[in-house]
């Protein structure tokens, strides 16, 4: 699971778009081989007035981020999957900008001895949530505010990336990101990072073109 962390700037990103609200689906591990998790960085931030939330479908790991984030009354965890969690998360927050972290696909995807990525065979709505996801949030508010952070993209359109093309992309993956424009093509700029498992970053339409760069790692 990669790290918004590896994808933008944070805290400039969160202070000059004055965002309210953080929002991930797939929370992963607090600490794991490559480092912090996502939430852990963004709270970190120590942003006044910052509400954090996050999904995740994996008792075990949400266990170990209710445990860890007890005594953090700014972060809200919520269990179950993200289709069927997002609505109500959506609820909690204002109109307020929000900074939305997508990155639920593959839950309990493993490598084997052999280095060999192993994907249960979930239905597609847990397996790559993207579009149901993206399309619950435009539905539920407006948008025109929010910065919207993509990972894994490789998963749905091959490319340079840093980490190379998803080799099961014809079984398991997604046949390109053609809802992402749809939905998003009038509110946001959208922009592809390669690093990893290549991102996708959505700044709101207005952003200066000439500032995009000071937001995103490896610019």
Do not use: W
Request: net charge negative.
């Amino acid at each position: 699971m990669a790290k918004l962390q590896n994808a933008i700037n944070l805290r400039p990103t969160f202070e000059d778009f004055n965002i309210k609200h953080y929002v991930e689906t797939g929370t992963g591990g607090i600490l794991d081989s490559y480092g912090q998790n996502s939430l852990l960085q963004v709270s970190q931030l120590q942003i006044p007035d910052l509400r954090m939330h996050s999904i995740e479908i994996l008792d075990r790991i949400y266990n170990e981020a209710v445990d860890y984030f007890k005594d953090n009354d700014n972060v809200c965890m919520h269990l179950g999957a993200s289709h069927d969690k997002l609505p109500e998360t959506l609820e909690e927050l204002d109109e307020n900008p929000t900074l939305f972290f997508l990155d639920a696909h593959y839950p309990d995807s493993y490598r084997d001895e052999h280095n060999v990525e192993i994907i249960r065979d979930d239905p597609d709505y847990i397996k790559i949530p993207l579009e149901g996801e993206l399309r619950i949030i435009c539905q539920s508010r407006d948008v025109s505010k929010d910065i919207i952070v993509i990972d894994d993209i490789r998963i749905y359109q091959d490319g340079p990336y840093e980490h190379g093309n998803f080799e099961n992309r014809a079984v398991h993956g997604g046949q390109n990101l053609n809802f992402v424009e749809e939905l998003l093509d009038e509110t946001h700029i959208l922009v592809e990072s390669h690093l990893q498992e290549g991102y996708l970053i959505c700044f709101p339409v207005g952003t200066p073109e000439d500032t995009v760069r000071k937001y995103i790692v490896g610019a």
